[in-house]
């Protein structure tokens, strides 16, 4: 009997992966399709192949446009929904998310800093600058998160989880509280460009900045999949976790870390974008009805893709003269997912104890 049932199971998790990885191999294509000038997949097909025929200024759009925007929400979508994923483990809370921790208000100080008091003027800095005029933000942006993140893992092996979930929130009111002042002080033009920043936006990574962005979103994506069973442990509580030999606090810094370098690198190049890590591993438990992180974790991977490439598609939809805010976008999508969730998964408490 358990045989067949883990093989229906089994027979079940395949048609999921493959219904959600043929969707996003879907999504991807219209990501690259759609936008400001529609692209016949015609055309699509000749750019990609290399062919003699394709047109130069439609070659140009998506290998220097398109295709660096695509690739983008294809990892942040993935980094920010197991950084969710992970957070949502290590509190045993549903609702918790990579920012409780800071991670997105350390960020948005190091942009503050640099846009609003450093900067004679934030728009014309940003445009000057190598890279697409991202460097510097995508830099300060980092290194607030670390900053945060600092603070934060350095209480990590000494309090539990509860006492560092609400540090990681009073962290967070803390340095939004200097954001608000420096707000308050700057001039118009500074503060345009910051609330540029902070909208998120998928489409100011280039392919140079992508050689640092994607290897390293790549690296925390394979250190998660390590912890399997750890994670698996964790989730029924750090006594059950410690009796299978499981150094609990240890493990717990790992996962943090882990889980703030997602959403860090994330944050630091398309800066703070909401809901995806909490509605992505939401989804996830709910289609495939299962708390085992080695089926969660890919499984919240391909669903965090596919609701980035999704809102960035509704984002940058044919007909608007200008790309709608990103983080607009993924409140809408995310914030429905979330209370249908919490309504239909009667075994939340259950699967968090």
Wanted: charged share 10%; glycine share 8%.
């Amino acid at each position: 009997m358990n045989r067949t049932n883990n093989r229906s199971s089994s027979n079940r998790f395949l048609k999921l992966f493959s219904i959600l990885g043929l969707l996003l191999l879907a999504s991807f294509c219209l990501s690259v399709s759609l936008g400001s000038t529609l692209l016949p997949l015609s055309e699509l097909w000749k750019v990609l192949i290399g062919s003699n025929e394709a047109n130069p200024i439609i070659t140009q759009i998506v290998w220097d446009f398109r295709l660096p925007r695509a690739f983008t929400a294809l990892f942040a979508g993935a980094a920010l929904s197991v950084s969710g994923l992970l957070m949502q483990t290590i509190f045993r809370n549903p609702l918790a998310d990579p920012f409780v921790l800071g991670v997105n208000s350390g960020a948005s100080l190091g942009v503050a800093i640099v846009l609003l008091v450093l900067a004679p003027s934030g728009v014309a800095l940003t445009q000057n600058l190598e890279l697409s005029g991202q460097l510097l933000v995508v830099i300060a942006a980092s290194l607030g998160a670390a900053f945060a993140l600092s603070i934060v893992l350095s209480f990590a092996q000494r309090v539990d989880v509860m006492s560092l979930l609400i540090l990681g929130l009073m962290l967070s009111y803390a340095i939004g509280a200097i954001v608000s002042i420096l707000m308050f002080y700057a001039m118009a033009e500074r503060l345009q460009s910051f609330f540029t920043w902070s909208f998120g936006e998928f489409g100011n990574v280039t392919w140079s900045q992508f050689k640092v962005f994607a290897p390293a979103i790549s690296l925390g994506l394979c250190l998660s999949t390590i912890l399997v069973k750890s994670l698996d442990a964790l989730l029924l509580g750090e006594n059950y976790a410690e009796s299978l030999g499981i150094r609990a606090k240890r493990t717990r810094f790992l996962v943090l870390a882990i889980a703030s370098i997602l959403a860090g690198g994330v944050t630091g190049f398309c800066g703070p974008i909401g809901f995806l890590g909490i509605a992505a591993p939401h989804l996830s438990r709910y289609l495939f009805k299962t708390a085992e992180h080695r089926i969660l974790l890919p499984a919240s991977m391909l669903i965090g893709s596919l609701i980035a490439i999704l809102a960035d598609l509704l984002a940058k939809a044919p007909g608007f003269d200008s790309v709608l805010p990103l983080n607009a976008i993924t409140a809408l999508i995310g914030a429905p997912v979330i209370i249908a969730a919490l309504i239909k998964q009667r075994n939340l408490k259950r699967m968090f104890g």
